[in-house]
């Protein structure tokens, strides 16, 4: 499935104004927007979701500092 996203992007990479900005983030942070961003969807097509999706101590711990372009993984 292509998204808008990705032809953006794309386009972007054609024309060669493609930017990625890397910086520290929190993957929980990132899990957790995307998770709400797609509990809408999901609730109108009536599935629920459930999280959050690590309840493992050490894994949000792990997951608390990465580098790199956040926007990628939305």
């Known amino acids: 499935m292509i ?8 386009a972007q990479m054609k024309n060669n104004s493609f930017s990625i900005v890397n910086e520290y983030f929190t993957l929980g942070k990132v899990i957790e927007e995307t998770f709400n961003l ?7 097509k009536n599935i629920n979701l459930l999280g959050p999706l690590y309840n493992d101590k050490q ?8 580098y790199g ?3 990628r993984y939305l």
């Open 3 to 10: 998204y808008l996203k990705d032809l953006l992007d794309y």
């Open 38 to 44: 797609n509990k809408k969807f999901a609730n109108d």
């Open 59 to 66: 894994d949000s711990v792990f997951f608390q500092r990465l």
């Open 69 to 71: 372009d956040n926007r």
